[in-house]
Structures are given as C-alpha cells and as structure tokens.
C-alpha cells in the first residue's frame, strides 16, 4: 500500500454567545463530520470570546500548528463582529474595505432596493490579500489568509461557505472507521480491549460508553486508514465479545 | 453599589470521538449555562484528542490564567481513558490507585456481585494529593487537583459531578441578560446599535443574526453585573428599534 498521507486541522469558534450558554454550538459537529469524511484530522477546537486579544492569541497559535484553521463567527455587520480586524491584526496587515466585497454587496442591496449601510459595508472589511469565500446563502462573503478559512456563526451560512470551500482544499487519505456494540461496560472489556488494542497498533481503537440510565454498554469504534487492517481489528474486537458472551453464560 | 467580583474559568473537553464529529458535545453548552447562572465566567474552551502531550499543554496553559478550570471525558476504565495519567503529568506528581477511591469502588462492586477487574480499577486512578469529586450516577469519582475539576465525558455523569461541585466553589457576581427581539437585520440596527453600546460602557451589548431561510432578524442581548444600567440599554434599545419602524413606515 501507498503511505497514507495525513493532514491535519483546527478549528477556532468565536463568539461571547457560545461561552455564555446563550447560543449552543452547531459548526463544530459539523465540521468534524465534513473533515472525517474528506480525509483532514481536525485536532484541536478552541473557542474564545469576542476579543481581539484572544483571537489572535488563538489563531496564530493554530496556524502555525495545523495545516488548515477553520473559523466560526464575528462576521457580521454590527459593533462586536471584530474577526476581521482581529485577522488582520493576527497576520500583521491592514484591514480594509475589499473591492470586490464592496461591489457584490452594493449589487445586491440596490437588486433588493435597501440601503447599502455603514454597517452593512462592515461585512466587505478584510485583512489586505484575503481572497473570498463565497456565501451561496446571503451575499456577505467569509475569506482565506494564508491557511485560515474565516467564516460565518451562522450554521446555515457557515455549512453553505464549508461546501464551496472544501473541494478545494488539500485533504488526506481519509479514516475509516467500524463500529462494534458490545452490550458489556467498559469496566467488563476494558483489559481484553487493552490487548486487542496493542495487536492492531496501525488503528486506533476508541472504546465511547453509553448510559441508559440503569445500565452502562459500550460502543468500540475502530479507526484506521488501511481497510485491511481495519477489518482484522474489528474480527478480534468481536470475538474478544464473544468470548466474553461465552464466559458469562458458562459462568 | 459595591465593586462586582470576577471569577473567571475555561473548560477542556477530551476526547477523538469529539473531534472526528462521532459525538457531539453536550458538556460544552451546559457547562456555560451553569457557570452564567451561578456568577463565574467561562471565557475559553478548548476540545483535544485522548493524546497525553495535547492534555497536558492545555491544562496547564489554562490552569494558569483562569480561576478555574473543568474538563470533562477520558476517566473511564479502558486503554484509552488517560486523563488521569496526563493531569498527573501536567502536576509533577504520580498518578495512583487512590486507597479511598479503591474502597468506594470495591464495595460498590462487591455489593452488585460484579468482579473489580484491573479495568475497572483504572478508575480509582488519580493524582496524588488529589480530593475527590461525587459521582453520584456510576459511583467512579471525578478529582480536583488544584484549581482543575475533572469530569467524565458522558453527559449524566458530567451533570451531576458539575452539580454537587458548583455550590463549593468561588463564584463572583452574576452576569444579568435581557434579550430584545428585532424584526430587522444586524445591517439595519449596525450602526445605531454601536451608539448605544457606546452610551453604556458598563453593559455588553451582543447581537445574534437569526436567519430563517429567507431573511434576517436579530436577538440583541444587553449582558452586564448591575440591574439599574442594564435597564437603562435596554430601554435604549427598544428605542432604537422603535425609531427605525417609525422611519421605515414614515418613508
């Protein structure tokens, strides 16, 4: 087999409404559902305030780190969407009113006979050799710097960005993954798992315990990026259950 | 009116399942209600893999600058739960079957006639010095190390582990809210709103775009620790809302 390639990201929430329990997060999920399924490791997420300082703090921690950033929030067209300056204060640049930004959203409040408002030209503000991320959804669009994609909060605007954005990207051999249910807890195959686990050191065998609120089970999810491997894992995490099935009722 | 007390906090939540989108996070979210709600502020979130060196960067990058720090997951009993191991670590001390935790434990599995195999003894696993936290679902404690409270990962658990914690902590005075609903869109109130931000220095006034499919209307949610001013931007707001519907209908 050819080496698997693997490339790697973070993700950077922004907002005062996720940390006050206001607003409940809905990228990140998504996000990671998007990069597994595309072959890119999200790594890490952090998510921080809407606070210059901490902003770039975060993003230029991230993106000396990661191959691809993806950010969420503080787009928009009011007081506290300060990503832009906080990118372009992040990479060391001005922070202007982008041309072709003004042009797109001038063309599409006169279509729509509004006026094209002070805040409003807020939303065509980008750090100084960002290109654009379209927004399918409405008009305004997020940017790339460097290896950071800024994006909108909004999950319907952030999800539409991510689609276009995507196929372009360099991206990875995707990770595979099987799941097997093991009706016992953790704490029933936590030892043979161990060592089932140290015979397939090519996958990464995750072990996720679910509460029904009585009893515990398990869920094993195996993860690797050779199918074959992945398939001589999963044939001994279920005759490691069935072995314990089999104990069990002989006991 | 007497000073309002700070007290400040960050979470780190741990686990790959939540970074390949296999689960998606409910500690997050329910963590910073409760911390709203009792006075403390969450100011940064940060999610990473079952990886020791990613665990112990960010705690001990975290349990520096805030009061306090929660995480939440890998306390479990299988190869891949290693948060005790990493916070152990990220103290200098030695993580060890901690006798008291060993004892709940062991009698909460003789009681059930189940066998307290070397898994399940993982759990009693801690570092040393450290106090326990209840867990009043499943019995495994959680642990407090210094100013850092670790949590399991499933959301029951999480729950009520956070709720016998809460009422020992140091909280400072809680931050009051009070939402005003706008039929228009952030690029319509943009402007005026920031005047009426800068008029109340005191409160923070955030405003959340809501999007229906086909257009935008906005939650402005005025945020402060004192009643009297943030009375005093609310009606401020209304205001501002009410004299763009008599300018819209006017013109």
Known sequence: MTR????????????????????????????????????????????????EEAIVEAVNALRGRYDHVFTSGGIGPTHDDITADAMSKAFGVACVHDPKAMHLLGAMYERRGMEFTEARKRMARMPVGADHIANPVSTAPGFRMGNVYVMAGVPQVF?????????????????????????????????????????????????????????????????????????????????????????????
């Open 4 to 51: 698997p390639s693997v490339v790697t990201a973070a993700m950077l929430a922004i907002g005062d409404e996720l940390l006050s329990g206001r607003t409940k997060d809905k990228n990140i999920g998504h996000l990671a559902d998007m990069l597994t399924m595309v072959g890119i490791d999200l790594r890490e997420v952090r998510i921080v305030a809407d606070d």
């Open 159 to 251: 999800q539409a960005m991510l689609d276009g954005l995507l196929p372009s990207l360099e991206t990875g051999t995707p990770v595979l993954s099987r799941t097997v249910r093991s009706p016992f807890g953790e704490g029933d195959i936590g030892t043979p798992l161990t060592e089932v686990q140290k015979h397939h050191p090519e996958t990464n065998i995750g072990s996720y315990p679910k509460f029904d609120g009585k009893t515990f089970s398990t869920d094993i999810v195996i993860r690797g990026r050779d199918e074959a491997e992945l398939a001589a894992a999963e044939a001994d995490v279920i005759a490691m259950i069935e072995a314990i099935s089999r104990s069990r009722q002989g006991g």
